[in-house]
């Protein structure tokens, strides 16, 4: 189980116990946001994309939204998400529970730096109801990311 990896991930960094749980879907970036009562930009959203060498997750603020030419400049490929289909197979986590914590070992891990404007986080933990609570520096330690990364942009008014 998919929340389960993630557990057990995090339990390698004493996070496990702190994965907050809800009885109603945080899948969406609007959903969790609701259900912690926190802005959208925290939530830490992580999308999937597949390169030339292989899979690839990208955490970034709830508001931002992939930047084309950005990452293209960044991978020298066009973007190109996995279909919903594939997610859990490819990465190890369902659609709306994606995050960075216990995916399959050849997924790369990149935080974007639209997250470094929050001092805390909210990222998924493995299903469509679970998100933690972390520090940035928190995030970079438990995600094991590669490297920061400026692939998106923002609403006018950030």
Same mark, same amino acid.
């Given at each position: 189980?998919?929340?389960?990896?993630?557990?057990?991930?995090?339990?390698?960094?004493?996070?496990?116990?702190?994965?907050?749980?809800?009885?109603?879907?945080?899948?969406?970036?609007?959903?969790?946001?609701?259900?912690?009562?926190?802005?959208?930009?925290?939530?830490?959203?992580?999308?999937?994309?597949? $390169?030339?060498?292989?899979?690839? %997750?990208?955490? &970034? =603020? +709830?508001?931002?939204?992939?930047?084309?030419?950005?990452?293209?400049?960044?991978?020298?490929?066009?973007?190109?998400?996995?279909?919903?289909?594939?997610?859990?197979?490819?990465?190890?986590?369902?659609?709306?529970?994606?995050?960075?914590?216990?995916?399959?070992?050849?997924?790369?891990?990149?935080?974007?730096?639209? $997250?470094?404007?929050?001092?805390? %986080?909210?990222? &998924? =933990? +493995?299903?469509?109801?679970?998100?933690?609570?972390?520090?940035?520096?928190?995030?970079?330690?438990?995600?094991?990311?590669?490297?920061?990364?400026?692939?998106?942009?923002?609403?006018?008014?950030?």
């Amino acid at each position: 189980m998919s929340i389960e990896n993630a557990r057990a991930h995090l339990a390698k960094y004493g996070k496990d116990k702190d994965i907050i749980e809800f009885s109603t879907s945080s899948a969406t970036v609007k959903e969790a946001a609701a259900d912690l009562n926190t802005e959208e930009g925290r939530i830490a959203k992580t999308m999937s994309f597949l $390169l030339s060498d292989g899979p690839i %997750v990208i955490l &970034a =603020a +709830g508001d931002g939204k992939i930047d084309n030419r950005k990452f293209k400049d960044r991978f020298h490929e066009k973007a190109k998400m996995i279909s919903p289909d594939d997610v859990e197979n490819i990465i190890g986590h369902p659609i709306g529970g994606v995050c960075p914590f216990g995916v399959k070992e050849n997924v790369r891990v990149y935080l974007d730096v639209s $997250l470094k404007r929050f001092d805390y %986080v909210y990222p &998924a =933990a +493995g299903s469509r109801n679970s998100a933690i609570k972390l520090t940035i520096p928190e995030l970079e330690k438990t995600s094991e990311y590669k490297e920061w990364i400026d692939v998106t942009k923002l609403p006018e008014n950030q």
